[in-house]
């Protein structure tokens, strides 16, 4: 299996604990599980999976932590690396900006060389236009962990699972 480390940036803990979950489902260790506003992005070298989340506040925008980080990692050469995305947002209140967090990760990492897996369909959510969909599919998976407590945990199982087959 690939060496995979699980960066996060969470301000009330709800993406802190999705991380450990989907580290937990992945059997990633805690040592590999990094928030990102107390780590260097040189740490993303050692990986070979990346897998990156952010909630998403405000009008749309990515969780504090994330944006030294993100310009750290951004001028990186990331070429031979794969990368999973994923979110935490609000549908019910900010449908229009749901989960754009992983949206601005995605678009700021593309010129990086790394590969992006994990995409998710779209269908069964429920949100305006989210910045994290392109072309019709999803860039990573999206979550609403206080508005629909059963569902995410379903949608990351199903998920992590699909990226073992990737990885």
Avoid at 27 to 44: H, I, L
Avoid at 58 to 65: A, I, N, P, T
Avoid at 125 to 140: H, K, S
């Amino acid at each position: 299996m690939k060496k995979i480390g699980i960066f996060y940036g969470s301000t009330t803990g709800t993406t802190e604990s999705v991380a450990e979950q989907i580290a937990s489902h992945l059997g990633v260790g805690s040592s590999e599980v990094y928030n990102v506003g107390n780590t260097d992005a040189k740490v993303a070298e050692e990986y070979e999976l990346l897998i990156l989340g952010s909630s998403t506040w405000g009008s749309g925008e990515l969780q504090d932590d994330w944006y030294d980080f993100l310009e750290q990692l951004a001028g990186k050469n990331l070429s031979g690396k794969k990368i999973a995305l994923f979110g935490c947002g609000d549908a019910m209140s900010f449908g229009s900006t749901f989960c754009d967090a992983v949206g601005i990760i995605y678009e700021k990492l593309q010129g990086t060389g790394a590969t992006f897996i994990g995409t998710a369909d779209p269908s069964d959510y429920t949100y305006d236009a989210p910045t994290a969909e392109i072309d019709g599919t999803l860039v990573g998976i999206l979550l609403e962990e206080n508005n629909d407590a059963a569902t995410p945990a379903l949608r990351y199982k199903t998920w992590t699972d699909a990226l073992q087959n990737k990885i």
